[in-house]
């Protein structure tokens, strides 16, 4: 059961004009109060042919007019409105049930707390099977206005008990880290418009792409009106960015005015603090060798920067501020799964941008983010928004199937800290980010069925896979990709890599028991491990004792760095048997 209560009005009459009206999307049928105030006297439009709509608007404001004749300043923002829906899988709902639900609702709201009878004047109005709407005015008998700081919070538990006593559907509560839903206005607008989204959401979408580009949040402001999106600074006298808002193009008001939305109100990670706070975190000192490989592509980096996700989430202990880099580390994932939406072939785009919408909301709670801790993932996300070329398709499939692991190691944290929708966002972004993987390995794997090991490297190969992951064995062995696998890992054999050792190493990264297809996820992890030879240890051990003046050694036996599939080391291990 959802109650969402609309912003302030003004216009007793006009909001009773619409209940009682015919409806302007959706058909209102036998509209009718269930409940109200005082029901003993009060006017009914919808049952009684001599009862009109300027008669009950009267008989709600009464108390405003009381108090705006004895105060100088009228009040005028005294129209409290609040659609109550049920699901559509819910049964039906008596006028008697829908009265109860009514009257628990302007009590937890602090409208017409059950025991005062000087609350605000109220009514709930029926006109559909699944749905009221409750109408108040926010003036008490006595002149006062009510109390109604947090209640939406206190509405929202509300509908949760209420699911449970009447027996519906049961949601989650919320914990004010969603954004805010588009209203009915906004959505018409966008629908007169031609826009398949509202301009809120709009505006979302558009600095969560550009927060990759920046490292400021002047940058980040600039970035977006070079994009023709409009932006309005808020600055003190020194000229410091103090706050913002954002418009879109073509939003205008009834007078011809350009509408902004403040960041904050846009969603609440937007907030000029909050963007701030993950733009302009210092980066902690970095190891001059440790991360500028320059034969490694940013999208393999990305992909060695998820590496520390499964730490970061996993070994976390609120004393420790272990759940503070966690919550750094999944805001910064959003980030990247953004920048890898954004430059990904177009085949891929709309799965992966749809997974960027969804983690979005996943990307925040409640824990406040130590931001420094992400700076290897955020640097990642910058670093492939600013690349000039797209990446190969095997450290696209890879990075990929890390992303899916990581969203998946997203989910289960906030599940473990009772974050319900964000595990729930999570989830929908896995499903998609799943899918684009799949697309992603389908030309790595068309090329590998071209060039099939032999039966014999196969059979040979089985064993490795045995002795490495004796847990999974069978299921490797018996999915589909696992000839391409066997592909993948006597490639990696001939350019001197142990398979057994390959393979422990990638089941060590990802846990293989969920995974859908635990053959497609070894074949990109070993694909990246493995993309460079591995060093020569007898040449290595050779050079080192010849640096030292000792007498070198020979290399006989040894293993050629690079031979094709079908005269791997693999198989030769199997003739040598």
Same mark, same amino acid.
């Given at each position: 059961?959802?109650?969402?209560i609309k912003?302030?009005?003004?216009?007793t009459?006009?909001?009773l004009?619409?209940?009682y009206g015919?409806?302007?999307?959706? $058909?209102?049928?036998?509209?009718h109060?269930?409940?109200g105030?005082?029901?003993?006297?009060?006017?009914?439009?919808?049952?009684? +042919?001599?009862?009109t @709509?300027?008669?009950?608007?009267?008989?709600?404001?009464?108390p405003?007019r009381?108090?705006?004749?004895?105060?100088?300043?009228?009040?005028?923002?005294h129209?409290?409105h609040?659609?109550?829906?049920?699901a559509?899988?819910?049964?039906?709902?008596?006028d008697?049930?829908?009265?109860?639900?009514?009257?628990r609702?302007?009590?937890?709201?602090?409208i017409?707390?059950?025991g005062?009878?000087l609350?605000?004047?109220?009514?709930?109005?029926r006109?559909?099977?699944?749905?009221?709407?409750i109408?108040?005015?926010?003036?008490? $008998?006595?002149?006062?206005?009510?109390?109604?700081?947090?209640s939406?919070?206190?509405v929202?538990?509300?509908?949760?008990?209420?699911e449970?006593d009447?027996?519906l559907?049961?949601?989650?509560?919320?914990?004010?880290?969603a954004s805010?839903?588009?209203?009915q *206005?906004?959505m018409?607008?966008?629908?007169?418009?031609? %826009?398949e989204?509202?301009?809120r959401?709009?505006l979302?979408?558009?600095?969560?792409?550009?927060?990759?580009?920046?490292?400021?949040? +002047?940058?980040?402001?600039?970035?977006l009106e070079a994009d023709d999106i409009?932006v309005?600074?808020r600055?003190?006298? #020194?000229g410091?960015?103090?706050?913002y808002?954002?418009g879109r193009?073509?939003?205008?008001?009834k007078?011809?005015?350009?509408?902004?939305h403040?960041?904050?109100?846009i969603?609440?990670?937007l907030?000029?603090p909050?963007?701030?706070a993950?733009? $302009?975190? #210092?980066?902690?000192?970095?190891h001059?060798?440790?991360?500028?490989n320059?034969?490694?592509t940013?999208?393999?980096?990305a992909?060695?920067?998820?590496?520390?996700?499964y730490t970061?989430?996993?070994?976390?202990?609120?004393?420790?501020?272990?759940?503070?880099?966690?919550?750094?580390?999944?805001?910064?994932?959003g980030e990247?799964?953004?920048?890898?939406?954004?430059?990904?072939?177009?085949r891929?785009?709309p799965?992966?941008?749809t997974?960027?919408?969804?983690?979005?909301h996943?990307?925040?709670?409640q824990?406040r983010?130590?931001?420094?801790?992400?700076?290897?993932?955020r640097?990642?996300?910058?670093?492939i928004?600013?690349?000039?070329t797209?990446?190969?398709?095997?450290?696209?499939?890879?990075l990929?199937? *890390?992303?899916?692991?990581a969203?998946?190691?997203?989910?289960? %944290?906030h599940e473990?800290?009772?974050?319900?929708?964000?595990a729930?966002?999570?989830?929908?972004?896995?499903r998609?980010?799943?899918?684009?993987?799949?697309?992603?390995?389908?030309?790595?794997? *068309?090329?590998?069925?071209?060039?099939?090991?032999?039966?014999?490297?196969?059979?040979?190969?089985?064993?490795d896979?045995r002795?490495?992951?004796?847990?999974?064995?069978?299921?490797?062995?018996?999915?589909?990709?696992?000839?391409?696998?066997?592909?993948?890992?006597?490639?990696?054999?001939?350019?001197g890599?142990?398979p057994?050792? @390959?393979?422990?190493?990638?089941?060590?990264?990802?846990?293989?028991?969920t995974?859908? =297809?635990?053959?497609?996820?070894?074949?990109?992890?070993?694909?990246?491990? =493995?993309?460079?030879?591995?060093?020569?240890?007898?040449a290595?051990?050779?050079?080192?004792?010849?640096?030292m003046?000792?007498?070198?050694?020979?290399?006989?036996?040894?293993?050629?760095?690079?031979?094709p599939? #079908?005269?791997?080391?693999?198989?030769?291990?199997?003739?040598?048997?």
């Amino acid at each position: 059961m959802i109650a969402a209560i609309k912003p302030a009005g003004s216009n007793t009459r006009g909001l009773l004009a619409y209940l009682y009206g015919p409806g302007r999307h959706d $058909e209102h049928l036998d509209p009718h109060l269930v409940t109200g105030f005082a029901m003993f006297g009060m006017p009914d439009p919808g049952r009684d +042919e001599n009862a009109t @709509l300027t008669e009950l608007g009267h008989h709600l404001d009464e108390p405003v007019r009381l108090r705006n004749s004895e105060f100088g300043k009228p009040v005028t923002d005294h129209v409290w409105h609040c659609p109550v829906r049920a699901a559509p899988e819910d049964r039906y709902l008596s006028d008697t049930e829908w009265g109860e639900i009514a009257q628990r609702i302007v009590h937890a709201a602090g409208i017409a707390p059950d025991g005062d009878d000087l609350a605000c004047r109220w009514i709930a109005v029926r006109h559909a099977d699944d749905h009221i709407h409750i109408l108040a005015t926010t003036v008490r $008998e006595d002149g006062r206005r009510p109390k109604r700081h947090d209640s939406g919070i206190r509405v929202g538990n509300e509908c949760r008990e209420i699911e449970k006593d009447y027996g519906l559907r049961r949601l989650t509560k919320g914990d004010r880290t969603a954004s805010r839903r588009p209203t009915q *206005a906004e959505m018409h607008k966008a629908e007169r418009l031609g %826009w398949e989204q509202t301009s809120r959401e709009w505006l979302q979408d558009q600095i969560r792409a550009a927060i990759p580009h920046a490292t400021s949040a +002047e940058q980040l402001l600039a970035y977006l009106e070079a994009d023709d999106i409009l932006v309005k600074p808020r600055r003190g006298p #020194s000229g410091d960015l103090l706050g913002y808002a954002a418009g879109r193009p073509g939003d205008l008001n009834k007078d011809g005015e350009q509408i902004y939305h403040p960041g904050g109100k846009i969603a609440p990670d937007l907030s000029l603090p909050k963007l701030k706070a993950r733009l $302009e975190t #210092s980066a902690p000192e970095e190891h001059p060798t440790a991360r500028r490989n320059q034969s490694t592509t940013p999208w393999h980096q990305a992909t060695e920067a998820l590496d520390t996700l499964y730490t970061e989430i996993t070994d976390t202990s609120p004393d420790d501020g272990g759940d503070a880099r966690a919550q750094a580390h999944i805001t910064a994932l959003g980030e990247l799964i953004e920048a890898t939406a954004q430059m990904a072939p177009l085949r891929l785009r709309p799965h992966l941008q749809t997974a960027s919408r969804a983690f979005a909301h996943a990307q925040r709670s409640q824990v406040r983010a130590e931001d420094r801790a992400a700076h290897a993932l955020r640097t990642a996300a910058r670093d492939i928004v600013n690349t000039a070329t797209g990446p190969d398709g095997s450290a696209l499939a890879a990075l990929v199937a *890390a992303l899916v692991w990581a969203a998946v190691l997203a989910g289960r %944290w906030h599940e473990a800290k009772g974050h319900a929708h964000q595990a729930d966002e999570a989830r929908r972004a896995v499903r998609h980010l799943q899918s684009a993987a799949d697309d992603a390995l389908a030309p790595t794997l *068309a090329e590998l069925e071209t060039r099939r090991t032999t039966e014999e490297t196969r059979h040979t190969l089985a064993s490795d896979v045995r002795t490495a992951v004796p847990e999974h064995a069978e299921r490797i062995l018996a999915d589909p990709g696992w000839p391409a696998l066997a592909t993948v890992l006597a490639d990696a054999e001939a350019g001197g890599h142990k398979p057994h050792q @390959l393979l422990k190493e990638a089941a060590a990264r990802r846990e293989l028991g969920t995974a859908h =297809s635990p053959a497609r996820v070894l074949i990109t992890r070993i694909q990246h491990t =493995s993309r460079n030879p591995a060093p020569n240890r007898r040449a290595e051990a050779a050079r080192l004792r010849s640096t030292m003046m000792l007498a070198p050694s020979g290399h006989q036996g040894q293993r050629p760095l690079l031979a094709p599939a #079908s005269t791997t080391p693999a198989g030769q291990r199997q003739r040598q048997r």
